[in-house]
């Protein structure tokens, strides 16, 4: 079976669908739903034998290279930090085919937001290569 | 069974054997133990180890010794054992906690060779792979082969490492293995072994936080703050120990010998510990501990900002939040930038009434947050400070 890796950003990605403020600026009640729609997606994906891993990330990102020989390496935040894509997390999924990756993207994508109405937050997909021969 | 392994362990090892190839045949030796036993269990299990351990020690050397006949002398011959130390966790546990040894090797050696986890749970409570384990394991054990353990190690090191495994089960999610009941397992064994007041203290601090860990995330995983939660939720009986603990480590203490960190810490915690209620607490008597605590070290806004943090929250508690806040403020060159350091201030600016301000610094904590129930529950305290904020004006 593919797995694929539905990644969620914190900035990036097409304009979206519903702008909204940051989560700590939303009432109480709506962070609560939204934590604990999160929360049954990992446990709906462990329940269906999809689940491979969840992580989320900090959004501090430095880029790093190789600095040459006898040199520390050379770091940077990024040219143009506040327009770069910036991946907040992801749920790694094992599953049948590219049509259920992207169905439960679009399942993640209707998490609740402000009000309760869903965020429509877009949410890439990406395959992972597998290692060994295909089978086909 | 694993209460055995130190026991074994450390025979083999005072017999000479080499610390890796003992370690390893021992391991093995548990694996057999868990098929064999259950049919015939053996009549003294200690000795079943040591002899099917050693058995595979001589199993090891002799496919070595067909392919470099010499070594067979060598065999005949065991090192000399090195010095008695008196008790075997103690023997271990410096062998395990060497200072040329990373932390994380530390940690895992200790877990490994003294805790008798297999690699499989290590690999697991830390959530790595369990040949990445594995690897860090072997490496440990190699950069300990040649070097002498024959000298007493520094029991500061072991606490240190044992506190870095409790702390990596208190706030870490739950896994299968009990990190902080095996890390107050191994001190208790510890203070069987040495007098330290500080391995006391050290104990009574994990037990007295230990204690409240039932009452500190809430069904759904969410943290609660000691100040929210049930104290009903208590273990009373680890409370109890714990304190009986520390007053036998705070009997030791002399005019020279004024109490160490840990039970200076533990001290803190029976204070948090013995409110029936969070309006009970007694700050005065925390804030006398925390001068305590940034005593023991020379310019502790550098060497300890944990400590000077935590006091500025008790002066917070005893001579206002105002007060708190400046206390905070000399921090901010070594602290500005982590999370712990916003999360204290929004928790004053909370207590001094100023919610916009609260709000602000628990977003800038939020962000900062490097642990998923932490980041939440930050963001959670942001927007209700936000929302409390609103309310207020909209009620005016």
């Known amino acids: 079976m593919p797995k694929y890796l539905l990644l969620k950003h914190y900035r990036g990605g097409p304009e979206p669908h519903r702008p909204v403020p940051p989560m700590d600026q939303w009432a109480p009640e709506d962070v609560e739903a939204h934590m604990a729609f999160l929360r049954h997606v990992s446990e709906l994906l462990e329940e269906n034998g999809e689940y491979v891993d969840a992580q989320a990330l900090t959004p501090t990102r430095t880029w790093v290279r190789y600095g040459g020989p006898d040199a520390a390496p050379v770091t940077t935040d990024g040219p143009l930090p506040e327009t770069s894509d910036l991946v907040a997390g992801w749920y790694m999924i094992d599953v049948e085919s590219h049509e259920r990756a992207v169905e439960l993207a679009a399942y993640v994508s209707s998490e609740p937001g402000p009000g309760g109405k869903p965020l429509y937050e877009w949410i890439a997909v990406r395959e992972v290569m597998s290692e060994g021969p295909s089978d086909g | ?396």
């Not at chain 2, 939660?229 to 020279?256: C, H, K, N, P, Y």
């Not at chain 2, 628990?362 to 930050?378: I, K, P």
């Open chain 2, 1 to 396: 069974m694993r209460a055995l392994v130190p026991g074994v362990l450390a025979g083999l090892v005072r017999r000479g054997e080499d610390f890796d190839a003992a370690e390893d045949a021992l391991q093995e030796a548990l694996m057999e133990a868990l098929r064999v036993w259950p049919e015939h269990p053996p009549r003294d299990p200690r000795a079943w180890l040591a002899t099917v351990a050693t058995r595979r020690l001589i199993d090891a050397r002799r496919s070595e010794a067909a392919r470099h006949r010499r070594e067979e002398a060598t065999y005949a011959e065991p090192r000399q054992a090195a010095i008695e130390v008196g008790d075997d966790t103690l023997f271990l546990l410096f062998c395990c906690c060497h200072p040329d040894l990373a932390p994380a090797s530390q940690v895992a050696l200790t877990l490994r060779a003294v805790g008798g986890l297999t690699t499989r749970e290590i690999a697991d409570a830390f959530y790595v792979p369990e040949a990445t384990m594995a690897q860090r394991i072997s490496r440990a054990k190699r950069s300990l082969q040649g070097r002498r353990l024959d000298q007493p190690g520094d029991v500061a090191v072991v606490l240190r490492v044992l506190y870095l495994v409790y702390m990596a089960g208190h706030t870490g999610p739950a896994t299968r293995v009990d990190l902080a009941g095996e890390a107050i397992r191994l001190a208790r064994q510890l203070t069987l072994a040495t007098d330290e007041p500080e391995v006391r203290g050290l104990l009574a601090l994990m037990l007295l936080n230990h204690a409240r860990l039932p009452a500190r995330l809430d069904p759904e995983g969410r943290i609660v703050t000691l100040d929210r939660q049930d104290r009903g939720l208590w273990d009373t009986r680890e409370i109890a120990e714990g304190v009986r603990v520390l007053q036998s480590a705070l009997s030791m203490q002399t005019e020279e010998r004024p109490p160490g960190r840990y039970q200076v810490e533990a001290a803190i915690a029976a204070l948090h510990d013995d409110a029936a209620v969070t309006e009970e607490t007694d700050w005065p008597q925390i804030l006398a501990w925390y001068d305590d605590l940034v005593a023991l070290t020379d310019d502790p806004v550098r060497h300890d900002p944990a400590a000077v943090l935590g006091r500025a929250v008790a002066v917070g508690h005893v001579l206002g939040a105002a007060a708190g806040l400046r206390e905070t403020n000399r921090l901010r060159e070594v602290l500005g930038e982590r999370h712990r350091w916003h999360a204290v201030r929004g928790h004053l600016h909370e207590l001094s009434g100023d919610l916009p301000a609260a709000a602000v610094a628990y977003a800038e904590a939020a962000r900062g947050a490097t642990n998923v129930a932490e980041r939440d529950h930050l963001v959670r305290r942001a927007a209700r400070a936000r929302a409390a904020e609103l309310h207020e004006q909209s009620s005016h």
